[in-house]
């Protein structure tokens, strides 16, 4: 009586195949592939936004400073520095305003324009961002 409680592998009557363990099992596989690509690419791009997004933040807090050392170096000696390097070798040999560098987290210049549009009293610091690119919508600058 075993023998016909077995499921044959065509099915009587029906044009469908039924599967067979194998293809099962190949199909599991494939699946069990492609969440796990998905997974990593979910992974790989959360780490890129984060990567991006604190180098945006490092780059506001550097444009922050600045404008707070050209703002000293204006009331120090009442004019704007000729460019950034300048807050490092101010005229006269006085003190040195800032001694880091003046490049973005992207390694490029900091756009100044003093005196400022929008900060009168010390000068528009502008980072283009993580595309190089000025006046597009990635560009650092406070608001």
Same mark, same amino acid.
């Given at each position: ?12 009557? !029906?044009?469908? +195949?039924?599967? $067979?363990?194998? *293809?099962? &099992?190949?199909?599991? %596989?494939?699946?069990?592939? @492609? ?14 936004? !984060?990567?991006? +997004?604190?180098? $945006?933040?490092? *780059?506001? &807090?550097?444009?922050? %400073?600045?404008?707070?050392? @050209? ?73």
């Amino acid at each position: 009586m075993a023998f016909f409680k077995r499921k044959p592998f065509l099915l009587v009557g !029906s044009s469908r +195949r039924k599967e $067979r363990p194998a *293809a099962k &099992v190949r199909r599991a %596989r494939i699946r069990n592939a @492609v969440i796990i690509v998905l997974g990593l690419l979910v992974v790989l791009w959360s780490v890129q936004y !984060s990567r991006i +997004r604190g180098q $945006r933040k490092q *780059a506001l &807090v550097e444009i922050l %400073r600045l404008q707070e050392v @050209v703002r000293e170096f204006r009331w120090d000696h009442g004019r704007c520095p000729h460019d950034l390097e300048e807050l490092s070798y101010p005229p006269a040999g006085g003190q040195a305003y800032y001694r880091r560098g003046f490049e973005d987290p992207w390694s490029r210049p900091y756009s100044m324009i003093c005196p400022g549009r929008l900060f009168v009293e010390s000068a528009d610091l502008v980072s283009a961002g993580p595309d190089g690119e000025m006046y597009t919508n990635d560009d650092v600058k406070p608001h």
